[in-house]
């Protein structure tokens, strides 16, 4: 029961010391793909965001149009509510293309490029 | 009643039995620290998202969810949701970054950044009162569900099974560390989603799949007709406090989960942020799924069982979900329905378990890297010396939460949930958030952020309808049954009693109308990290900004990631 270091982290680097990496930190390739998420990320997280709020606000203060029915007992209520799980699997399935076609290459190349090749380091 | 209590027992036995191999399988495998706190890193994706379903679909939003949409119809969905799209600010913001910059716990990434022992400090106490509270919750509605499912209340039977639950979640944390957990949670999700696939088919198979013909049937037997279908039957019915406190407690869940500790250390049982990722997807279909079929779980026990025959085995709704399970095995006596209601209550069992485990491991984790090798020993421990302190924390946690959960059986402590993810809201997610994305972000901003938004939380549940119970127009007079008005020690006609069930008094008004704190302490935890950052601004050094660099490259591409 005693845990004890194993052979695979034993082998394994120590962590790297401050300042390695941030070495990368001015490479245009890291602007660039700090931008590229920072561009995606944020804007998504506040539309999806202000989409819920939305949905709350309306169950708060607009019960009369959430009660409207649009089918035989779907009201607008249901729909907005369905609705909401529809943005959620969207939104997840928007940014999982985005970041594997614009996120994962530069990131990939940054770490293979990075200060003594310290990419890949599993525990 | 009692042929489905022999077999649920017996299932029960079956799970318990599971999964203790399964624990001390994993357990002989875990012999560095990484293997302990991170299952060794080596998840697979699909692995990770199940895992993170069973660690975060608690019984609360399992037996809860069903339990209000059946009594409470459409506000019920507002909880579901809550839950779900919460995992959009997980996925976009915090999972990666997180899984690259931090190593075990939630403190890493906020605390190695700005190379701080206090703010390591604040980030572990957050994190351990943030689950120490979701477990109490958990452990005593543990009690009560179990009371319910096995149809005996004696106390004896209350203080039996926290004191039960208690010890095998001491015994997987100790014993299988995190792998141990992991595989406890994704049998639990697995066995979960089975068994609401199960009743979701069988349900909208009654209505011959018509949605319109299960919300009309749900409508008619509710009693409550069409309003049954519209937000308000629970929440804000009454004045613009109630309506506050329905944004309030939306904004804490879909801004909590991103900042709760137990959900957060998942992210490094991976090998890399690709995978953090790709289990978060995972985790949003399983989760998403499963809270689209409580809703017609929900609204099918209203539909078939009856909202007033529900109502009347438990004035929570707790059991809606078991009595759904009965009715479409065949009914109450019959073979069909024994067996449906004694697989819902095991799986309900194994909800409960592997929530708790999580708790554990990840309060217990907290306390061995950040609190006793972070900042008691300075990181002049060995992995070793650091997984011992982990087993005994684990161990003496697990003892605090059984002690608290006995003395808390008798109270209403469901607000708990709510309070763990307003306080992860407001006490962790400023620090996250800043520590990951803004340069100028300081410890004295971080420590102020942490602080602010916990006692902020406390503070206003503290002076809550929830503590205070007194007739007010947020909290109308309710009709008290004989035993509530002996309890808050009033004549059984008062009208002077909003909240029976209220902590400290049934009599005085609550100085703060709001039962949900998010509203007001979110924005002070942001605040509270904005201003400390901005006092101590100017004490910001080269190595802080050196320090910002670093974390961004980690963050965002991998490098050096643990």
């Known amino acids: 029961m005693t845990a004890t270091t194993s052979a695979t982290e034993a082998a394994a680097p120590e962590p790297l010391p401050a300042g390695s990496a941030a070495a990368l930190h001015d490479d245009p390739r890291f602007r660039e793909l700090r931008l590229r998420f920072r561009w995606f990320a944020f804007p998504l997280t506040g539309i999806f965001l202000a989409w819920y709020l939305l949905y709350v606000l ?11 029915e649009l089918a035989d007992h779907i009201n607008v209520a249901l729909v907005f509510g369905l609705g909401q799980f529809a943005a959620t699997f969207l939104s997840a399935w928007l940014y999982a293309r985005y970041a594997a076609r614009r996120l994962d290459p530069p990131a990939a190349a940054l770490r293979a490029a990075g200060p003594s090749g310290a990419g890949c380091r599993y525990e | 009643m009692s042929d489905h209590k022999t077999l649920t027992i017996a299932l029960f036995t079956v799970f318990i039995a599971a999964t203790l191999a399964i624990t001390i ?22 692995q990770n998202g199940v895992a993170i379903g069973g660690d975060y679909m608690s019984a609360a939003s399992f037996l809860g969810i069903a339990g209000i949409l059946a009594l409470s119809g459409y506000d019920g969905f507002l909880y579901s ?11 976009l913001l915090v999972a990666e970054p997180l899984r690259n910059s931090g190593r075990f716990t939630m403190a890493d990434a906020i605390a190695e950044r700005l190379r701080s022992p206090q703010v390591r400090v604040a980030a572990g106490i ?16 543990a009690a009560s569900v179990v009371s319910l499912l096995l149809g005996v209340s004696s106390d004896a039977s209350r203080i039996w099974t926290i004191v039960a639950v208690g010890a095998l979640m001491i015994f997987y944390v ?15 999700a697995v066995l979960l989603m089975i068994g609401a696939c199960v009743m979701t088919v069988w349900v909208l198979a009654k209505f011959d799949f018509s949605l319109a013909g299960l919300l009309g049937a749900a409508a008619d037997q509710s009693g409550r007709g069409d309003g049954f279908l519209q937000p308000g039957l629970k929440y804000g019915a009454t004045d613009g406090w109630s309506k506050l406190d329905m944004i309030s407690l939306g904004i804490a869940l879909v801004l909590g989960t991103a900042a709760l500790p137990h959900i957060l250390v998942r992210f490094y049982t991976v090998p890399d942020a690709k995978a953090a990722r790709k289990s978060v997807n995972w985790a949003i279909a399983i989760i998403g799924s499963f809270y689209l079929m409580t809703l017609v779980i929900g609204f099918g026990a209203a539909a078939l069982v009856g909202s007033k025959t529900i109502k009347a085995a438990d004035p929570s709704g707790n059991t809606a979900a078991t009595r759904l399970a009965e009715f479409l095995g065949g009914g109450p006596g019959s073979t069909g329905g024994a067996v449906m209601l004694a697989f819902i209550a095991a799986v309900a069992f194994a909800t409960i378990l592997a929530v708790v485990a999580g708790l554990t491991l990840a309060s217990s984790s907290s306390f061995a890297h950040d609190l006793y090798a972070g900042v008691l020993r300075r990181g002049r421990t060995t992995d070793a010396e650091e997984v011992r302190v982990a087993r005994v924390a684990a161990v003496v946690i697990g003892a605090v939460a059984i002690a608290l959960s006995v003395f808390a059986r008798e109270l209403n402590v469901a607000f708990l949930v709510a309070l763990a993810f307003a306080i992860a809201a407001s006490a962790n997610l400023p620090a996250i958030l800043f520590s990951l994305f803004w340069r100028r972000f300081t410890k004295a901003g971080a420590v102020a952020g942490v602080f602010g938004g916990l006692i902020s939380a406390v503070v206003m549940v503290g002076l809550s309808p929830i503590v ?4 007010s127009s947020t909290k109308p007079a309710v009709t008290l049954s004989a035993a509530q008005a002996d309890k808050c020690g009033v004549p059984a006609g008062s009208r002077e009693v909003g909240n029976p069930t209220a902590l400290v008094s049934c009599t005085a008004a609550a100085p703060i109308p709001l039962e949900n704190p998010g509203l007001v302490s979110i924005p002070v935890g942001f605040a509270c990290a904005a201003a400390g950052t901005l006092l101590t601004g100017r004490r910001r050094t080269p190595e802080d900004d050196t320090a910002f660099d670093e974390l961004e490259v980690r963050a965002l591409t991998g490098v050096g990631a643990h």
């Open chain 1, 58 to 68: 309306l169950c708060a203060y607009a019960r009369g149009f959430m009660a409207r």
């Open chain 2, 81 to 91: 949701i809550g839950f779900l799209v919460a995992w959009i600010v997980a996925l």
């Open chain 2, 126 to 141: 957050s994190t351990i009162v943030v689950s120490i509270f979701y477990l109490l919750a958990q452990m005593v509605g």
């Open chain 2, 468 to 471: 205070w119970g007194g007739a």
């Open chain 2, 174 to 188: 100790t014993v299988g560390g995190m792998k141990g957990t992991t595989w406890v949670q994704i049998v639990k």
């Open chain 2, 25 to 46: 399988v994993a357990g002989r495998r875990t012999r560095s620290a990484a293997d302990f706190y991170a299952g060794g890193r080596a998840f697979s994706p699909l």
